[in-house]
């Protein structure tokens, strides 16, 4: 697995849809609770609850997701959304199955769990570039989400492992106004980068004996983020061990990375710290 896109387009842009007028405008402010600005026009409506298998139309072609919606969800009161990109090869219930966020969250969000289309080889994976299907992927399902659920709009996450990590750094550049943080695992930044000069509160985890996505990939993914969140490179120790937290980022775009002993695995400690770092 490299940060390299496939060279296959499998489908065209979609349309960048109006719910996403919505998104995270006052990142850079406080994390108070839901308010009427908030709210997507999802709300009040009585929606299907639990896990479901879904599709929806991409530019044409047919995409599915897991969509799990805590049994307590209440259409009057704007929940979180997290989406969950899974690394090469897996699909979206299979990364459900063994990252373990939902869980942390204790029926606190909504959870997506996309499914990657097959590139050359047949594995599944995501198209990482700026414009990619992926992306129109990303916007039509906020869309979607927004319109048939109560989304805090101003809380809408992006976590994924591996190739799934490199993707959410890809939102965490191309859709900043709509996330209000990531937390990209076992990877680097994608490649071509494109434009990303813009901040947004990032969580990061990297094994110190990767073998897959080096080590050295995921230090320039932190670097990014340190600089565009405007922190010093002075860090100081966080929950859990082995974290730390950059010092005097902007208000808003904490920067937090966890190295950790071992490979290309998905920490026992990240799932609640990565529920943690969203719920702050």
Known sequence: MNGSPPTKRLAPKALLLAYLALGCSACGGSDDAATSNDRSSGCGQESTIGVTN????????????????????????????????????????????????????????????????PIEDGDTAWDVTPDGTDVAFFDNLVATLSAEYCVATRRVFAAGVSFGGYFTHRLGCSRADVLRAIAPVASGLPWPLGTCSNGIAAWMAHGESDEVVTFADGETAR??????????????????????????????????????????????????????????
């Open 54 to 117: 879904r599709s929806i139309d991409v530019g044409g072609v047919e995409r599915t997701y897991v969509l799990s919606v805590p049994f307590a969800y209440d259409p009057d009161t704007p929940l979180p959304v997290v989406f969950v990109w899974h690394g090469r090869t897996d699909s979206g219930a299979i990364a459900r199955g063994y990252l373990g966020i939902e869980e942390a969250a204790n029926e606190n969000a909504i959870f997506v769990y996309p499914d990657g289309l």
């Open 223 to 280: 670097d990014r983020w340190v600089a565009n969140d405007g922190c010093t490179d002075i860090s100081r120790p966080t929950e859990p061990p082995p974290c730390v937290a950059y010092q005097g980022c902007t208000v808003g775009q904490p920067v937090h990375w966890c190295a950790y002993e071992g490979g290309h695995v998905w920490p026992d400690f990240a799932a609640e710290a990565i529920w943690q770092f969203f719920a702050r």
